[in-house]
């Protein structure tokens, strides 16, 4: 419908913010965008590509909520980017008319998080979950119960700094539905994870894999395709796969309200949504991809990546009313005292 307005609508010229020209400014999730096809875009373009990390969903937006951030493009996972759209914190790119979008495999086009396709296109998308080191562990990894209610793993646990995922693994282990507003079944996600503080060591989202891989802790709350690079690394990990279901994340490139360089934040995403530069990046962050990509040149298989292939359920994190969010927060906050 919006497609078939535009073309029956005389366009206006209008005023557009000022470009810095060749420069581009993305804050990602670390080590998520490989290096070669930054280098590929810059030498193609003549764009100047600067890249900062981020560790965390609540760390991107409030870098966006401070405003004037310098940032041209972000990869926030889906929730955030309906939080940052409802906020106001997003340009409208117009997603549904790039090539990008025709690359998306149509489950991801028309969601819940930016249902008229205008502020983002998928980059990746993957399970939140735990890892465990199996030379510190050999018990089993089929349910939560191992991370949250642990026996041989007492003592040995890190979790993620950040309430987003691990809430949202303990509701699941619950049954308590994600962004209810319900303050006593909120209560029993903390009982349960105050009842677990003890047995966990520490509560950081950086440096995971050498905690891991090290054997510095033998569990670790993680994500599928990380866990499947430490394996390749040679380190003896092993992703869970929980009867009671895994958090889903699908991570989408959008552009900041009031970005200097909207055009060249349009242009990387065209770039990286093609079949050759998705594939490239697929098998760098060994995440599964959204667009459409080379099979026969694809590295990862179910028989090789089972991390990216979870036979258990898999449901995604949605975004929350102030109300459950509060008490999300609360939560977190009260654990961590």
């Known amino acids: 419908m919006k497609k078939l307005l535009l073309a029956t609508t005389l366009i206006l010229p209008v005023a557009l913010p000022a470009a810095a020209e060749g420069e581009l400014n993305i804050y990602a ?22 890249v900062d990390s981020f560790s965390s969903n609540e760390d991107a937006l409030t870098k966006l909520q401070a405003g004037s951030s310098g940032y041209d493009l972000v990869t926030p996972s889906q929730h955030f980017v309906k939080i940052m759209a409802d906020e106001g914190l997003l340009e409208d790119i ?35 979950g735990f890892s465990v080191n199996r030379d510190k562990y050999d018990g089993p990894v089929d349910s939560w119960s191992v991370l949250f209610e642990p026996t041989d793993l007492a003592g040995s646990i890190a979790l993620l ?41 520490a509560y950081t989202s950086d440096n995971i894999e050498n905690r891991l891989g090290s054997g510095e802790v033998a569990a670790h709350f993680w994500w599928d395709g990380n866990t499947l690079r430490l394996r390749n690394s040679g380190a003896n990990v092993e992703y869970a796969a929980p009867k009671e279901g895994l958090v889903g994340w699908l991570d989408s490139f959008v552009v900041p309200a009031g970005a200097a360089n909207v055009d060249n934040a349009k242009a990387f995403i065209e770039f990286m949504s093609t079949v ?8 760098y962050y060994a995440h599964s991809a959204p667009v459409e990509i080379d099979e026969s040149k694809a590295l990862y ?35 961590l005292q």
């Open 29 to 50: 999730w670390a080590d998520s965008i490989s290096p070669d096809l930054i280098a590929k875009f810059s030498e193609e373009t003549g764009i100047e590509v600067n």
């Open 161 to 201: 700094f950040y309430p987003d995922e691990v809430v949202s693994a303990a509701q699941l282990y619950l049954g308590v539905e994600y962004c209810t507003e319900d303050k006593a079944e909120m209560k029993k996600v903390y009982d349960l994870l105050m009842e677990q503080k003890p047995s966990v060591v």
């Open 301 to 335: 298989t179910k028989e090789n990546a089972p991390e990216l292939f979870p036979d258990v359920p898999v449901v995604f994190a949605q975004a929350c009313s102030p109300a459950a969010q509060d008490l999300v927060t609360k939560v977190w906050t009260d654990l």
């Open 94 to 128: 117009d997603a549904y008319e790039l090539d990008a979008y025709d690359q998306l495999d149509e489950r991801w086009q028309g969601q819940w998080w930016d249902p008229e396709n205008d502020y983002s296109i998928p980059l990746a998308y993957g399970t939140a």
């Open 276 to 283: 050759e530069n998705a594939t490239e990046q697929n098998n």
